[in-house]
């Protein structure tokens, strides 16, 4: 026989203002910690030391390492995804969307590169963590911001453009001063990247992303292929 119902219904969990703000304490460490180790190098008590809280605290909180790993890249990736909903959105114009969109992309690459880096060692890894988001959320929210693109073109406001593979050239572009970083502070002499670069980063990227509503503004459209004249087949007869 089921069991019967309870005669109470159960109180719902609230989170309370201290464990929220614990909570991300803990994930705002274990981002620096498990992007500098990965999960397999990483250890729940440096991750408490960097924290300034007890071990005790973090089981607390996150029973396993690997719950505290996957909690680490759901609230990076929900960061992440948020600037996206802002500007990307039809009571934008394009302008407007793409300049605030990849303002903030590029602020995010300087205030917490561990967490873009932290999501590109998971994807070289194969991603068994984040494997669910891409095919799921991180597909729908693409989706959401093809709506907005598609919008944009029939109002004529941009040319013609592949949504999807240009925000794969967005993530690219911003995301690489966050996971180039070494590389590019090599190439300008520089120990690490200084605020002067993100901004020529930041005005260089929306030059270039521009160029979809500037093409809608001058009237501009992509090049048709010449039809190539063919000649007429021959007949041949069968051997």
Same mark, same amino acid.
């Not at 304490?25 to 397999?40: M, P, T, W």
């Not at 302008?95 to 590109?120: D, H, T, V, Y």
């Not at 989706?143 to 040319?159: D, P, T």
């Not at 503004?217 to 063919?230: D, E, I, N």
């Given at each position: 026989?089921?069991?019967?119902?309870?005669?109470?219904?159960?109180?719902?969990?609230?989170?309370?203002?201290?464990?929220?703000?614990?909570?991300?304490?803990?994930?705002?460490? /274990?981002?620096?910690? =498990? !992007?500098?180790?990965? &999960? +397999? %190098?990483?250890?729940?008590?440096?991750?408490?030391? @960097?924290?300034? #809280?007890?071990?005790?605290?973090?089981?607390?909180?996150?029973?396993?390492?690997?719950?505290?790993?996957?909690?680490?890249?759901?609230?990076?990736?929900?960061?992440?995804?948020?600037?996206?909903?802002?500007?990307?959105?039809?009571?934008?114009?394009?302008?407007?969307?793409?300049?605030?969109?990849?303002?903030?992309?590029?602020?995010?690459?300087?205030?917490?590169?561990? /967490?873009?880096?932290? =999501? !590109?060692?998971?994807? &070289? +890894? %194969?991603?068994?963590?984040?494997?669910?988001?891409? @095919?799921?959320? #991180?597909?729908?929210?693409?989706?959401?911001?093809?709506?907005?693109?598609?919008?944009?073109?029939?109002?004529?406001?941009?040319?013609?453009?592949?949504?999807?593979?240009?925000?794969?050239?967005?993530?690219?572009?911003?995301?690489?001063?966050?996971?180039?970083?070494?590389?590019?502070?090599?190439?300008?002499?520089?120990?690490?990247?200084?605020?002067?670069?993100?901004? /020529?980063?930041?005005?260089?990227?929306?030059?270039?992303? +521009?160029?979809?509503?500037?093409?809608?503004?001058?009237? @501009?459209?992509?090049?048709?292929?010449?039809?190539?004249?063919?000649?007429?087949?021959?007949?041949?007869?069968?051997?």
């Amino acid at each position: 026989m089921p069991a019967s119902a309870p005669s109470h219904p159960p109180r719902k969990k609230r989170t309370t203002v201290p464990r929220r703000n614990n909570t991300r304490q803990i994930l705002d460490a /274990a981002e620096k910690v =498990f !992007a500098a180790h990965g &999960l +397999s %190098g990483a250890r729940v008590s440096d991750i408490a030391e @960097a924290c300034n #809280l007890p071990k005790a605290n973090i089981h607390y909180y996150f029973r396993t390492k690997e719950d505290l790993y996957r909690a680490t890249l759901q609230q990076l990736l929900e960061d992440w995804l948020s600037d996206a909903d802002r500007w990307l959105s039809a009571d934008c114009t394009p302008q407007e969307g793409l300049n605030g969109f990849i303002r903030a992309k590029m602020e995010f690459s300087r205030l917490r590169p561990e /967490a873009s880096r932290l =999501f !590109a060692h998971e994807l &070289l +890894s %194969g991603g068994p963590y984040v494997r669910d988001f891409c @095919a799921d959320t #991180l597909r729908k929210h693409v989706e959401a911001r093809v709506e907005v693109f598609s919008q944009w073109q029939a109002q004529g406001l941009i040319g013609p453009i592949d949504p999807v593979h240009f925000l794969f050239c967005l993530w690219a572009m911003t995301q690489a001063y966050a996971d180039m970083q070494v590389q590019m502070a090599a190439v300008l002499g520089k120990p690490q990247l200084e605020a002067c670069d993100y901004d /020529a980063g930041t005005r260089t990227i929306t030059q270039l992303a +521009s160029s979809i509503y500037q093409a809608a503004q001058t009237g @501009a459209t992509p090049p048709r292929k010449t039809p190539s004249r063919r000649k007429s087949p021959r007949t041949t007869t069968g051997s």
